[in-house]
């Protein structure tokens, strides 16, 4: 009923930027919290970026001041603003979203595919 995409992913050298979207499409009534999650190979997922309905955002502390997280509502859409990447930050970006559906009353999670961010020279 709801699928989430990324998109934006990419190879980038140290240093440079990419800029990730995701967006909601499908039976949504609401979308409540949004968020960016990665995983590189052999580490658990982490929380990397989490923006709530009313703008409050928070970030890991291995990104905070140079990753941005941003949402456009009326599209259903979060974005995540990567600057000065470092090869630490390569690893799938994953896009996850609390969201009601219509003719639901609970709040589900949803995931996206994934998207591979490579940092590297």
């Known amino acids: 009923q709801v699928q989430l995409v990324e998109s934006g992913g990419g190879l980038v050298q140290p240093g440079g930027s990419l800029r990730l979207s995701c967006a909601a499409s499908g039976s949504i009534f609401s979308i409540y919290a949004m968020a960016w999650y990665r995983q590189a190979p052999g580490k658990q997922r982490e929380l990397v970026a989490f923006?709530?309905?009313?703008?409050?955002?928070n970030y890991a502390d291995s990104v905070k001041g140079r990753f941005t997280i941003s949402r456009d509502n009326a599209k259903n859409t979060v974005y995540l603003e990567m600057n000065s990447l470092k090869p630490e930050d390569t690893a799938v970006y994953y896009c996850n979203a609390a969201i009601k559906v219509i003719g639901t009353g609970p709040v589900y999670q949803f995931w996206g595919q994934g998207t591979q961010v490579t940092v590297s020279s």
């Open positions: 923006s709530s309905s009313g703008g409050n955002t």
